[in-house]
């Protein structure tokens, strides 16, 4: 088979003809497979559209070629199905969790979710992803059936699982989860909607988050050089990165700094694509899953980097962190931000009837539902929307610049 060709479904590729099914029953598309609906639903989503005025590192009024949630959840999705093509599984479902995975985070970026989490601390916490099944199975309301999207057990699945099990199977939370313990949108949700937390996701959820960490470090290391808070020269400290700007001044010497940076995320993204296809396929031959749930019931993922590509992805990893989101510009708007959803929240707390029609009428007013409702409020907000809200509140709103 040709190189970038997609390969046939595999066995243990997820089958929308085969699905679980969906909470409440629909008659199927006509037109779209289950998983293809699925997607449209969450492109079409209000939570969705919101990502384009979300931080990802630069918060948006800082320029207009930065990315957003938005703009990295499309880079994501492109990457999950160049990798998804070529080991036969459906596209559809991965394209959905790749453009699903940040529905779940708040304005600001992980500094908006840290502020939350620390809001919310006596209410059992705020966690994105499970903001992302709260929004898709509770918060969108556009069906006259339903609340949320009704999407498919994968999808949802693929939502709360993709970065591996949440429990062990006897049911205590697996080790990053051992302090807070599960979430409690996703403890509460399955409590009548049995995810399986103690087993693994699909390997096209799992295909999605590798899809993530890729998409982070190329753009990271592209906005990174945009804002002058790195030089080409300072990434050559980065054994992998040195190796791909070396090896394109040999072929490319005239090459201006612009193109150069294009050049080294793109070998990057197709480096690190290469070698998830590679590592996988290794780990497929080893298993031999004949079905999606084989991939679910293996002891360790089944889509990884391999050993070598891990340690050289944990570098960059760790340059970006000391080089940029530890960048005292950062850290400064970051900090500013936090103060703005601190100050947010314990308004509207005090003051639910302030919140938009929709989100104060009929609400339960116990402490604790009240917390989780002004959450899902502040959550929703667009780094903008966030601002404008703290100006007509306050009497001073910092600029975040």
Known sequence: MAVGMAAPRAAFACDPDLSRGRQVNE?????????????????????????????????????????????????VAQIARAVARQLGLDEDLTETLALAHDLGHPPFGH??????????????GFDHNAQALRVVTLLERRYPDFDGLNLTWETLEGIVKHNGPLTTPDG???????????????????????????????????????ADDIAYNAH?????????????????RVPLLAEILDG?????????????????????????????????????????????????????????????????ERQIKDFLWDHMYRHERV?????????????????YRQNPDEMPPDWSAGARTDEASVARRVGDFIAGMTDRFALTEHARIFKSTPELR
């Open 27 to 75: 008659p199927p598309s006509r037109s779209r497979s289950a998983f293809r609906r699925d997607c449209d639903r969450v492109i079409h989503s209000t939570a969705f559209r919101r990502l384009k005025h979300k931080t990802q590192v630069f918060v948006f009024h800082e320029g207009d070629h930065y990315r957003t949630r938005l703009t990295h959840s499309l880079e």
């Open 111 to 124: 500094a908006g979710e840290r502020t939350l989490d620390e809001c919310l601390e006596d209410f059992r």
């Open 331 to 347: 850290m400064k708007i970051m900090r500013e931000a936090e103060d703005v959803v601190r100050d947010l929240f314990a308004f």
């Open 248 to 312: 394109n001044e040999q072929h490319y010497p005239a090459l201006d700094d612009h193109r150069r940076a294009a050049a080294l995320v793109r070998e990057l993204i197709s480096r690190l694509i290469n070698d998830v296809v590679d590592e996988t396929t290794k780990r497929l031959r080893a298993a031999a899953p004949r079905s999606p749930d084989d991939v679910r019931r293996q002891s360790t993922p089944t889509a990884a980097f391999s050993s070598d590509a891990a340690a050289r």
């Open 220 to 236: 990271d290391i592209d906005d990174g050089l945009r804002a002058n808070l790195f030089t080409l020269s300072d990434l050559k």
């Open 172 to 210: 205590a939370p697996t080790s990053r989860y051992r302090d807070t313990g599960v979430p409690q949108g996703i403890a509460d949700f399955v409590q009548t909607y049995d995810l399986e937390l103690s087993t693994f996701a699909s390997l096209e959820a799992q295909i999605a988050a590798l």
